[in-house]
């Protein structure tokens, strides 16, 4: 994974929102899952900030990186951990695009995230609250 992606994810694993915003165009369009689009950073920050708010913490384990001339594929693993201590698996591909900049101007998450919110997600849980 190149340096400028390395940092980002650094950033969102610290939960820091300002972080991954900066390696954001202003004009981003951003997709989480099957939520609608957002454009603009100051969307990303509310969607972003919002989604923090249900987390504890959260941590990409990167398992595959493809890049095409200004667009990168990378593959995870990311572990969400609730505010009651359970730790959640959740695969993940993430598409992003960069402008001539070397800014991210369209960023996608393809991720279903619903094993966070169910009660049925055993299959997901890799440490339960105790």
């Known amino acids: ?17 300002e972080g991954f915003l ?17 454009v603009g950073k100051e969307g990303v920050r509310a969607a972003i900030e919002s989604f923090f708010t249900q987390i504890a913490s959260l941590e990409h384990i990167l398992q595959g990186v493809w890049s095409e001339a200004n667009t990168t594929i990378m593959r995870f693993d990311t572990y969400y951990t609730q505010h009651d ?16 900049s070397r800014l991210i101007n369209d960023y996608r998450i393809h991720i279903d995230i619903s094993p966070l919110f169910s009660s049925a997600s055993a299959g997901n849980v890799i440490q339960a609250s105790a």
């Not at 900066?22 to 099957?34: E, W």
Request: with cysteine.
């Open 85 to 100: 201590g359970t730790i959640i698996n959740v695969p993940c591909c993430v598409v992003v695009h960069f402008n001539a």
């Open 1 to 17: 994974m190149n340096h400028e992606l390395t940092g980002m994810f650094e950033s969102v694993d610290r939960m820091s929102v």
């Open 22 to 38: 900066s390696y954001l165009t202003d004009d981003v369009v951003f997709r989480f899952g099957n939520s609608p689009e957002v």
